[in-house]
């Protein structure tokens, strides 16, 4: 009899061999197949689930328009319907997300909504059923008779109304709403008040391919107000200038720097987070060069950061600066753009323009440094801490007051000049009068 081993005898597999060939183009083919699949499918759940919430909003807001007030009767409404789903389906379901889904709905209701210009088109009819259609259409007409004798027999169903149409309670509408940003989304959407200002976060979020961290962080730094270009709306056939389209400030709290850096080191920090650099440009800028080269006569210079935009179809040139402006950086700046129109700029393109960001801007300053020159050279800020929205709120108030002149009921140098030289005369003709008696 043998004995048999204590040890088990491993099994080596053989590894398969590296594909060449038409067989390396079938296998990479396959696999690029399956990864997009499971990626559409993991879309496809969150889009139903989405497009689940607007309709169980839909449907509260339908059965408080039918029943009492809003206020007393809809809050026991949504905490007895929180309590029995939650019972019946498990967690998911407090009082505060039944609440959101009904906001959801009240919020994107109307057809006319950033989403639904998005929103992918349906899925077209496949073969098989385009095959069942003609089959129930030409070969079987007993079983679409027997069901409208069926929906003759009730005509008491009730029925509830639509935006889409009619559709009784408990069954699946036809016509799904089509929701292309996930649900997480358009809860973070939700707490931002301003109509237009969510309508820029919604567009700009399906435009750049925002996480929901990301459109968290645009919303918590006022990405809204800081972008004059969201809030202008241009005449027909007008373009707004490079201005409207730059943020003021600039916020680099990603870029994690001590209170000691040098250029240098603010330059590779902004290349290490080149992508959050450029989300928080905003999204029609792209990267070009860093330290980029340029000689002129003898003196050879370097520009830190070259960018272009897609929409002003022009070079961003960008000059870090640790200290203050100053006017000798308008001077160094107008040159880089001088040799940039040259031998940088391309025939379609327009010409470049300059973004110095530094640490502290003087607005005056800024103002007869930069004023009628013969390039566009902007001036802004950076903060490296995010602030909170009240104190971010009152410097982009602060800067716009500053740019659009002194708010009402407050006076200018100029006035204040003026009507103390008519008080100083005033007070001397008195005194000529008292003289005189």
């Known amino acids: ?35 997009q699949a499971r990626l559409d499918a993991v879309r496809s759940v969150n889009a139903v689930l989405t497009s689940t919430y607007w309709l169980v909003g839909q449907r509260i807001v339908e059965h408080e328009q039918s029943g009492s007030e809003r206020a007393p009767y809809g809050q026991a409404v949504l905490k007895r319907l929180a309590q029995d789903l939650t019972a019946e389906l498990g967690r998911g379901f407090s009082e505060r997300n039944i609440e959101q889904m009904r906001l959801f709905y009240l919020g994107w209701q109307n057809s006319q909504t950033v989403s639904a ?20 259409r030409f070969g079987d007409t007993a079983k679409p008779r027997a069901d409208a004798r069926s929906s003759q027999r009730s005509p008491d169903r009730k ?40 309508e820029y976060y919604e567009r700009e979020a399906l435009q750049g391919g925002w996480s929901v961290r990301q459109l968290d962080r645009q919303i918590a730094s006022l990405a809204y107000r800081r972008t004059r270009s969201a809030r202008s709306v241009p005449a027909k056939d007008e373009t707004l200038s490079a201005d409207a389209h730059v943020r003021d400030p600039f916020v680099l709290e990603f870029l994690n720097l001590k209170d000691e850096y040098s250029e240098t080191e603010l330059e590779e920090a ?10 928080e440009l905003g999204s029609d800028f792209a990267f070009v060069a860093r330290q980029k080269r340029l000689r002129v006569g003898t003196e050879w210079y370097r520009v830190d950061l070259v960018l272009f935009h897609r929409r002003l179809r022009c070079l961003i040139i960008v000059d870090l600066k640790l200290g203050k402006f100053t006017h000798a950086d308008a001077g160094q700046m107008n040159l880089y753009l001088n040799y940039a129109r040259e031998h940088w700029t391309h025939s379609h393109e327009n010409p470049p323009v300059g973004l110095i960001l530094c640490s502290e801007k003087d607005t005056a300053v800024a103002h007869y440094a930069l004023g009628n020159l013969a390039n566009q050279v902007l001036a802004r800020e950076y903060q490296l801490n995010l602030p909170g929205e009240a104190e971010l709120a009152a410097r982009i108030d602060t800067v716009r007051r500053l740019f659009l002149g002194p708010p009402a009921g407050l006076e200018s140098p ?20 008292q003289s005189r008696k």
């Open 270 to 279: 902004l290349t290490r987070s080149l992508e959050q650099f450029l989300l």
């Open 159 to 198: 029925r509830v109304s639509s935006g889409k149409g009619t559709k009784s309670l408990g069954q699946r509408p036809g016509p799904w709403p089509l929701f292309p940003l996930p649900w997480s989304h358009y809860v973070r959407l939700l707490t931002v008040a301003d109509p237009k200002a969510r």
């Open 1 to 35: 009899m043998r004995k048999s081993s204590k040890h088990p005898v491993k099994i080596k597999r053989r590894k398969p061999e590296a594909p060449h060939g038409p067989y390396s183009e079938l296998l990479s083919g396959v696999v690029r197949l399956i990864e």
């Open 117 to 136: 210009e998005f929103a992918p088109e349906p899925i077209s009819q496949t073969l098989s059923a385009k095959s069942k259609s003609s089959t129930a």
């Open 414 to 433: 100029q006035e204040s000049e003026g009507k103390a030289s008519v008080s100083q005369r005033g007070v001397a003709r008195r005194r000529q009068r």
